[in-house]
């Protein structure tokens, strides 16, 4: 395999998943925020106030970063600590907290790759109906410039939006995220067009800037695979993808809007006067850099059978024995393979989904440069009487993704870098504290939340090393 010199290996988290200090510093209140102290949806009764404290404890978990070998950090900005209303006055303090992480990243030798917008909008642009509202596009773009003018000059990449079809999903979809709008189909395609149409329009105004970085878009798993009993796996194919991914992929990669786009729509019966003729502009000239994908699994799918339209989504884990999955009438429904294995949440844990994607886009779209902004694996945990955790069952499934990461690389597929979620146990969204992704263990029972690498660590560090030890031996 050719082994490019410039690989990244790090970890990935969100601001609302890790920072907590909510109320802290002149930050404003997110929509998680609120959604976590007053809503009856959140379901296991916990917030992200402290989580893992990285507001406070940062050098810590960046020092360990490093010590893991680690050559990179993805993290994400809180809109609302740097624009407490989303739109208006901008928080210094925020600017402040922001610029100490990114001095210290580099002090330590990570690399930032910094990301505007992952699931926590400020709650006064969530009152304005958040990005179902294509006015606050024009909110977005001036906070990114913000970050752009205080960062840009040590951040080199950024991304735009984390996982804008996801989001989209579990807020429109599913409703397990707020504002927890359940099978509104319309209000989400209306949301990831203006995510995409936010992202193109973010892209170009931090290329008017003149800053010499890199800036792409985090797309979730893309890999639609169908069933081989299914009667119409072509057409299955293309809806699938239509719903998944040709929105975000097309408008950043391509910088056009799908088309096949308007006619699937019709076929949901889904109204679409949200998309302007001349947002065409926008996305032209707003096409990214490099596409971020955070890959945990595939989106199997067969044709509909019978019935109503239903989501099944688990937020609950072994309290469920819920799969993960979709029936959408008129159009697909997901299939189930029995010799695939679950996690305890009900998703799928598939590793040649990272092959199968990874040589889909380089079909699809060519030569673009990608980084595994995400990948990872939740599960309980049971520490021993030092506290220390012994998560084999981790390894095993991310080592099987990396494997397959390398033979896509091996036949051409342009990886930049790889990413775990996540470094350390943090707020895992509805599901709270028990569903655990860290490789090192924060105990949130202790006072100071002491932090014990787990063996997933040690593993990781190897994986790193070897890495290294492979490109010096070329």
Known sequence: MSYPKDFLWGGATAAYQCEGAWNEDGKGLGEWDVFCHESPLNINHVTGDVSCDFYHKYKEYID????????TYRFSISWARIIPNGVGEVNQKGI??????????????????????????????????????RENIDAFVEYAKVCFKAFGDRVKLWVTINEPKYYAYCSNVVGNYPPNHKQDFERYFNVV????????????????MKLDGKIGVVHDNSNVDVAPYAKER????????????SLTLDTALKGMIPSSLILFLREMGVDSSFMKFEDAIDFANGKVDFLGLNVYNRFYLTDFSEGETEIY????????????????????????DPTTKRNLWG????????????????????????????????????????????????IDMMNGYIEYMYKAM???CNVKGYYAWSPMDLYSWVNGYEKRYGLIRVDFDDPNLKLIPKKSYYW???????????????
């Open 64 to 71: 360990l970063m490093a010590a893991e070998k680690c050559n």
């Open 96 to 133: 402040d907290f922001y610029n100490r992480v990114i001095d210290y990243c580099l002090e330590k030798g990570l690399e930032p790759n910094v990301t505007l917008f992952h699931y926590d909008l400020p709650q006064k642009i969530a009152l304005k109906d958040g990005f179902a509202n």
């Open 193 to 208: 067009y203006n995510e995409a149409l936010a992202t193109a329009r973010v892209v170009k105004a931090y290329r008017d």
């Open 234 to 245: 072509e057409l299955i194919k293309l809806r699938g993808d239509m719903f998944y991914n």
């Open 313 to 336: 989504h688990n937020n609950l884990g072994a309290k469920s024995k819920m799969k993960e999955g979709i029936k959408l009438k008129n159009m697909f429904e997901s299939a189930n």
């Open 347 to 394: 998703r799928e844990i598939y590793p040649k989904c990272m092959y199968d994607t990874l040589k889909e886009i380089k079909e699809n779209y060519g030569d673009i440069p990608i980084y595994i902004t995400e990948n990872g694996h939740g599960q309980y945990e049971t520490p021993d009487e030092n506290g220390y955790v012994d998560d084999q069952d981790r």
């Open 410 to 412: 091996e036949e051409g």
């Open 460 to 474: 990781f560090k190897d994986v790193i090393e070897n890495y290294q030890n492979n490109l010096a031996d070329k």
